[in-house]
């Protein structure tokens, strides 16, 4: 299997979510205990519930595991910067028809949040933009239609 790239801090959440996971497991345990105590099986609605629960929770914690075991973390504040665009850098672009500003980091698809500025790497945009440099000019096909831009910094922060 090929490692998938990683922020810093999308590890640490996900390292956080699972542990969250782990802390639960015993929790549901007991609840299905209780519920086997109740009687009947098959018309004891807690009990189906505590085993879906933790279903769910078994299912979040191997997806999560395997993600982590997979992952390569990549950290751009230890990295020189020399201007190009990759995995977890900062990018400032200027949209040259319409002069707007956008500020976007590119990240895991996992992290990816459009509200606070993080793009998957495998979105259009950041897969138009890696490998170039500060100062270039790029075209870019969004599911809008063609962009370009101009990038105006490159941060690894």
């Not at 959440?13 to 007991?30: A, W, Y």
């Not at 807690?46 to 982590?68: M, N, P, S, V, W």
């Not at 190009?84 to 996992?110: H, R």
């Amino acid at each position: 299997m090929d490692k998938v790239p990683m922020t810093v801090r999308g590890e640490k959440k996900l390292r956080k979510e699972l542990e969250i996971l782990l802390k639960r497991r015993p929790i549901i345990s007991k609840a299905i205990g209780e519920a086997r105590e109740l009687g009947d099986l098959k018309e004891n609605a807690e009990y189906h519930a505590a085993r879906e629960d933790q279903g769910i929770c078994e299912a979040q914690i191997r997806d999560i595991e395997y993600k982590l075991s997979l992952s390569q973390v990549i950290d751009v504040t230890k990295m020189d910067n020399n201007g190009k665009v990759i995995f977890g850098t900062t990018v400032t672009l200027i949209d040259i028809n319409s002069d707007k500003e956008f500020i976007y980091q590119i990240v895991a698809d996992d992290e990816a949040d459009i509200k606070t500025g993080r793009i998957s790497v495998n979105s259009p945009i950041a897969r138009g933009l890696i490998g170039k440099m500060e100062g270039d000019e790029t075209v870019i096909q969004t599911p809008g239609g063609q962009k370009e831009f101009e990038i105006e910094k490159v941060e690894y922060i």
